[in-house]
């Protein structure tokens, strides 16, 4: 698709590629706290702002994460930023009014968890408007319970990803995304043909060449999902209260 307007802010957008590998130097504090400044400007439900960022500096907590979580980009990281879903403030806010407070369920995830997002990508994104690289890092939430207690997370927060961020080391090619017409339908819901994602594959694998040999991209979402997902997040929601005993999911 041709693409005929365009602007600074979304030529910036089109170039975004993650970085995993980062040079030793340290994002200075206050540009750092300028960055996470322009990613908290991002809208949220209500303008509740349901989460929390614990910006992890220090080498030796960066080692425990990466104990429970080998990825080197979270060593490597001058910050790597935890985004915390979190209804901790929320219950302060709901006990001044009530003694009712129901933190719990699905719809309460959502918002906690598209807020923060929401937030993560602004941020990310401001961080590679001056030059600096990131990548997010979903994984963490296989330790869900381990990673909160090194971050001292209490009741009713838990760890949705993190985002390591910092100088990059090196630059990777831009990931094609799926079709425009595969994902933005007009007026009503398409279902998409297998073929639209043999295609898809194809087009992934001639981007990756050699580098992805052996796992194509439907390989890669039929690993995902089709297994039953990991039970470390339901666990840690509902040691911190955010899930009843009862919810499955
Ligand atoms: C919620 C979420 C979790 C992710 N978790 C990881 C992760 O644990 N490790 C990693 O290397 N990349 C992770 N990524 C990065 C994706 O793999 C990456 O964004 C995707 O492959 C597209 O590539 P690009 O960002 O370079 O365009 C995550 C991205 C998102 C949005």
Same mark, same amino acid.
């Given at each position: 698709? %041709?693409?005929?307007?365009?602007?600074?802010?979304?030529?910036?957008?089109?170039?975004?590629?993650? $970085?995993?590998?980062?040079?030793?130097?340290?994002?200075?504090?206050?540009?750092?706290?300028?960055?996470?400044? %322009?990613?908290? %400007?991002?809208?949220?439900?209500?303008?509740?702002?349901?989460?929390?960022?614990?910006?992890?500096?220090?080498?030796?907590?960066?080692?425990?994460?990466?104990?429970?979580?080998?990825?080197?980009?979270?060593?490597? %990281?001058?910050?790597?930023? $935890?985004?915390?879903?979190?209804?901790?403030?929320?219950?302060?806010?709901?006990?001044?009014?009530?003694?009712?407070?129901?933190?719990?369920?699905?719809?309460?995830?959502?918002?906690? *968890?598209?807020?923060?997002?929401?937030?993560?990508?602004?941020?990310?994104?401001?961080?590679?408007?001056?030059?600096?690289?990131?990548?997010?890092?979903?994984?963490?939430?296989?330790?869900?319970?381990?990673?909160?207690?090194?971050?001292?997370?209490?009741?009713?927060?838990?760890?949705?990803?993190?985002?390591?961020?910092?100088?990059?080391?090196? *630059?990777?090619?831009?990931?094609?995304?799926?079709?425009?017409?595969?994902? $933005?339908?007009?007026?009503?819901?398409?279902?998409?043909?297998?073929? $639209?994602?043999?295609?898809?594959?194809?087009?992934?694998?001639?981007?990756?060449?050699?580098?992805?040999?052996?796992?194509?991209?439907?390989?890669?979402?039929?690993?995902?999902?089709?297994?039953?997902?990991?039970?470390?997040?339901?666990?840690?929601?509902?040691?911190?209260?955010?899930?009843?005993?009862?919810?499955?999911?």
């Amino acid at each position: 698709m %041709a693409i005929h307007d365009s602007s600074e802010t979304m030529d910036l957008m089109l170039q975004h590629a993650s $970085v995993r590998n980062f040079t030793d130097e340290k994002i200075p504090t206050e540009t750092l706290h300028a960055i996470i400044e %322009a990613g908290r %400007a991002a809208s949220s439900w209500k303008n509740f702002q349901s989460y929390s960022i614990i910006s992890v500096s220090k080498q030796a907590t960066k080692e425990q994460i990466y104990a429970f979580q080998p990825q080197k980009s979270i060593l490597a %990281a001058s910050h790597f930023l $935890v985004f915390v879903g979190d209804l901790n403030r929320a219950e302060k806010a709901v006990k001044l009014h009530t003694p009712d407070f129901y933190p719990d369920g699905s719809e309460n995830l959502l918002i906690s *968890s598209v807020d923060a997002s929401l937030a993560a990508q602004n941020t990310l994104l401001a961080a590679e408007s001056l030059g600096y690289g990131g990548v997010i890092v979903g994984l963490i939430r296989d330790q869900a319970a381990d990673i909160s207690k090194i971050l001292d997370l209490p009741d009713y927060t838990y760890p949705i990803f993190g985002l390591a961020l910092g100088v990059p080391a090196q *630059s990777n090619a831009v990931k094609p995304r799926l079709p425009y017409e595969t994902v $933005v339908f007009e007026e009503t819901y398409q279902v998409q043909e297998a073929s $639209v994602i043999t295609a898809y594959d194809q087009l992934q694998q001639d981007y990756a060449g050699e580098r992805r040999a052996g796992s194509s991209w439907s390989e890669r979402v039929a690993a995902q999902f089709g297994q039953v997902p990991q039970s470390a997040t339901l666990e840690n929601l509902r040691d911190k209260k955010l899930m009843k005993k009862h919810h499955k999911i």
